[in-house]
């Protein structure tokens, strides 16, 4: 499955639909924060990795909705980076705040064994 930059919220939901049983990843950052300059290119690679995965980046400051899908999701500003794993519409992990780019490896790894 592709890598996906969300923009609106109705392409959030329609993506996370679309997904089916396949693992979703949804990546919460901002372009502006040191910590989060690692999270595109990190995504973008696990992407190429694991194609029956969806991988979603939402910058949370970039839009409005991206603000909306952000506060749904239930992720702030100080959080990010973060994360969130879905399958068939349901949590597929615990969500990951203020992550770093060894624990998202590690949750990615054990996640993806699953798929």
């Known amino acids: 499955m592709p890598l996906k930059d969300i923009h609106y919220v109705d392409s959030y939901d329609q993506a996370l639909k679309e997904a089916g049983d396949n693992l979703v990843v949804v990546a919460f950052f901002n372009s502006w924060s040191e910590s989060c300059k690692w999270v595109s290119s990190l995504v973008e690679e696990y992407s190429k990795r694991a194609p029956s995965a969806l991988f979603l980046r939402v910058d949370v400051d ?7 899908v952000a506060d749904r999701e239930d992720v702030k500003d100080s959080d990010v980076p973060a994360f ?3 399958r068939s519409g349901a949590a597929a992990s615990p ?11 590690e949750a990615l790894d054990v996640l993806l064994v699953r798929n």
């Open 95 to 105: 969500p990951l705040k203020l992550a770093s780019s060894e624990q998202l490896q």
């Open 62 to 68: 970039e839009t409005d909705e991206n603000e909306d």
């Open 84 to 86: 969130k794993f879905y």
